[in-house]
């Protein structure tokens, strides 16, 4: 398997416009999870989804971030409208619960809003 | 949520030992990781220990779990500039699959 992937890897955009991050888990793999990485705040838990299902999505920080898992294969996060302050690394991350669990991380989508 | 605190920086001079520190809240952890993630990468896993476990040996790592007072350590024998990096510590739970990172620690090794 090639891992979990991420799409874009860069991402630069104005103010108020509206991005969308992409991520394919690892095939097989039944919960996924999305992070924002920060110098200021460190790796933060966003929502993370359990087959399919978003289970908690209390670190969303506010309503313009939304994210969707349509099937088992493919998530997205959406942030509309974004601002500078949203500038950051999105890492996804996926994981076969039941087993030993361990996360597996894509390399990352950094975002810079202008 | 769960707290996972870790020190943010620790630098080495290369060839001394590395302990890198992680407190947890949780005491219904299953399993305890590590993970690394270098310079514009993504987090790798570098090792883990099951919450029924005091030690872990694995080459030049050792996870240390202290249960009692919910602390983990990762010593990093005969350190390498390579080793230059960001070290999580990370935490499941039987609650859910849910995973708590530390902030993580920058492990600086000097020359």
């Known amino acids: 398997d090639a891992g979990v992937i991420q799409s874009p890897r860069h991402e630069v955009t104005e103010m108020g416009q509206e991005v969308t991050l992409r991520c394919k888990p690892i095939s097989g793999h039944n919960s996924l999870f999305w992070y924002r990485q920060t110098m200021m705040r460190g790796l933060e838990l966003l929502i993370y989804?359990?087959?399919?299902?978003?289970?908690?999505d209390s670190g969303m920080p506010e309503d313009r971030f939304s994210a969707k898992m349509p099937n088992a294969s493919f998530s997205t996060l959406k942030i509309q409208p974004s601002e500078p302050r949203d500038s950051a690394v999105y890492f996804c991350a996926s994981s076969l619960q039941g087993q030993r669990g361990e996360a597996f991380f894509g390399q990352g989508t950094r975002l810079t809003v202008v | 949520g769960e707290d996972v605190e870790q020190s943010l920086f620790l630098s080495v001079r290369e060839g001394d030992s590395s302990v890198i520190n992680c407190t947890y809240t949780d005491s219904s952890s299953t399993y305890l990781y590590w993970y690394k993630q270098e310079p514009g990468a993504g987090l790798q896993l570098l090792t883990y220990?099951?919450?029924?476990?005091d030690m872990k040996q694995d080459q030049r790592l050792t996870v240390l779990l202290n249960k009692k007072d919910k602390h983990l350590s990762l010593r990093i024998a005969d350190t390498q500039t390579g080793d230059s990096a960001i070290y999580f510590c990370?935490?499941?739970?039987?609650?859910?699959?849910?995973?708590?990172f530390g902030t993580g620690t920058s492990l600086t090794v000097i020359p």
């Open positions: 990370a935490e499941s739970t039987n609650t859910g699959n849910q995973f708590y």
């Open positions: 989804f359990n087959n399919n299902v978003p289970i908690d």
């Open positions: 220990i099951f919450s029924n476990m």
